[in-house]
């Protein structure tokens, strides 16, 4: 094959919340069939665990700190990429490829279509909808594409499973259902260990579940589209999401559930590696060195290895995994890095031990490890056994025969984030808003 189509399916807060990663009473035979076709990475990873900084690595390659997207894009938060050109989008244009963005665009500043084309690197920009109207411009499109003389890339993002304010809801209450979406129980729901199993958070998963069986259905309509144009076999499929689910101690955390991630890919001229599992630890950094390569720009910048060859056995996965989150729904910067065993993850501001994802007052669902009672702030400094502790909710930061490991993961930390030219090391990193309001504000990293 010269130079495959690439579609890539991603979705917001599914973590790795499939039966594909082994949640059962979760429907997505869409998906199921695109992991019994393609590979499935057991453990990839985002760069952050919320939206628009994890994105913005998953379409560069980069780390939030490098792309300059340190909170969320949207008004009134207004972040963006300090160079859009990075976008894989415009690699793939200069690289002859047509190229195409359908759903959700969160990774730069939210603006008109038609200056985000501009901006990234896209021939034709669609935003919004939910997953069946998504799904239906994508398949427009991708019969649009072929046959035609250049190869597509074509970019589709769904908002399912995020939380849709409804009037369905409870007072206090933001759901998974907007207005489009039922529970879905019938195979019963799975509560994630992290979480107390309750009635109240039985009937919220039920609803999780419900979205991410709409948005399987998308995707399998996108990717019938591709089977009935002719060019399944033509084309590279990633699928993958933000982060993880937006669920108390996980999406706005860097737990492993904030920063777990479902990453599974078709490879049609490597047939052979059909239904392979990688145990290797990957991230979102190598996606675009993967699809840069399909697509012939060998002599491409690498940032991470190559996912196809990490499945094939031809390169190692990463030994370390890095972490970050400095703004959300407010200002709370902290980093982590992990290895086959352990993670640290350093708080650097006084904050409440764990950020609330629900865009709820009211919660239906209660993480484990939590005093009752006022939120306590966080730590400074936490470090985990992710073998012997798994929900991550044993600190051994002052345990002596953990020393060693504190303070090589915390050397590590730190060189990342000098390689990284991480702001946080000048200190304060101010917000859009704040350059904004306050005369003299500028970045700490200016």
């Not at 709370?332 to 352990?342: G, I, L, Q, T, Y």
Request: hydrophobic share 40%; with cysteine.
């Amino acid at each position: 094959m010269t130079h495959p189509n690439i579609l890539l399916l991603h979705c917001h807060d599914l973590g790795r919340f499939l039966s594909a990663y082994g949640i059962d009473t979760v429907q997505s035979p869409a998906l199921d069939a695109l992991a019994a076709d393609g590979i499935v990475f057991e453990r990839a990873f985002a760069t952050a665990p919320q939206c628009s900084p994890a994105r913005s690595s998953l379409f560069t390659g980069d780390y939030p700190q490098q792309t300059g997207v340190l909170g969320l894009t949207h008004d009134p938060h207004g972040w963006d990429m300090v160079d859009p050109s990075r976008h894989v989008a415009t690699h793939l244009r200069r690289a002859g490829y047509a190229t195409e963005l359908v759903g959700i665009h969160h990774e730069s500043r939210t603006l008109p279509d038609a200056e985000v084309a501009d901006r990234l690197g896209f021939d034709r920009v669609d935003t919004g909808g939910y997953a069946p109207d998504v799904a239906r411009r994508a398949a427009a499109a991708v019969r649009r594409r072929a046959g035609q003389e250049r190869p597509f890339y074509l970019q589709v993002g769904f908002i399912e499973p995020h939380r849709l304010q409804s009037d369905r809801d409870e007072a206090g209450v933001v759901g998974f259902l907007g207005s489009h979406i039922q529970p879905d129980d019938e195979r019963g729901v799975t509560v994630p260990p992290y979480l107390e199993d309750t009635a109240s958070s039985r009937a919220e998963i039920a609803e999780l579940q419900g979205a991410v069986r709409v948005m399987d259905a998308a995707v399998g309509e996108v990717l019938a589209a591709l089977k009935e144009a002719g060019v399944a076999e033509d084309t590279l499929v990633v699928f993958t999401t933000d982060h993880g689910i937006a669920m108390p101690r996980a999406k706005c955390s860097l737990y492993e559930p904030g920063l777990e991630v479902a990453l599974i890919m078709r490879v049609p001229w490597r047939r052979d590696l059909a239904g392979r599992r990688p145990q290797a630890m990957v991230s979102h950094l190598s996606v675009v060195p993967t699809l840069l390569d399909a697509a012939g720009e060998i002599g491409a910048e690498r940032t991470a290895p190559n996912l196809i060859a990490v499945a094939d056995d031809l390169e190692p996965g990463q030994s370390e995994v890095f972490g970050q989150m400095t703004y959300h729904n407010y200002y709370d910067p902290k980093r982590s890095v992990r290895d086959e065993r352990h993670k640290l993850i350093v708080n650097y501001s006084n904050a409440p031990l764990a950020m609330d994802p629900t865009q709820s007052w009211a919660h239906r669902s209660l993480p484990l490890g939590l005093d009752r009672g006022n939120m306590p702030n966080n730590r400074e400094r936490e470090l985990y056994d992710l073998v012997a502790d798994p929900l991550e909710l044993t600190n051994l930061i002052a345990d002596p025969a953990h020393a060693d490991v504190r303070d090589r993961l915390q050397a590590d930390l730190d060189a990342w984030m000098r390689r990284v030219d991480d702001p946080l090391l000048a200190g304060f990193i101010p917000a859009p808003r704040t350059r904004a309001t306050i005369p003299g504000a500028v970045p700490a990293s200016s």
